[in-house]
């Protein structure tokens, strides 16, 4: 590959590893469990259930609209 695509790959690498999950608008599951607290079973099981629309299938994983998920959670009197 070009020389400059190779660095410019390496900033984008290294953009997304220093940015903190809680200043990021979508979260894997083990961020999202632990920006709340919950476990990530409990949070697989809640994303499983039904299609959410505070989920994002990524690939093989689902990723978690962080202020949807927060706004659900705060309307639930049970998790």
Partial sequence: MDKDV???RALLEK???HKPFWEKKVLTVEE????TGIG???IRKI???KNYP???PNGTKI???KEEFID???KQHRI
């Fill in 6 to 8: 190779l660095a410019y």
């Fill in 15 to 17: 953009r997304k590893e």
């Fill in 32 to 35: 999202a469990a632990e920006y």
């Fill in 40 to 42: 990530r079973d409990k």
């Fill in 47 to 49: 994303i499983m259930k």
């Fill in 54 to 56: 505070f989920t994002i």
């Fill in 63 to 65: 990723c978690v609209i």
């Fill in 72 to 74: 659900y959670l705060d």
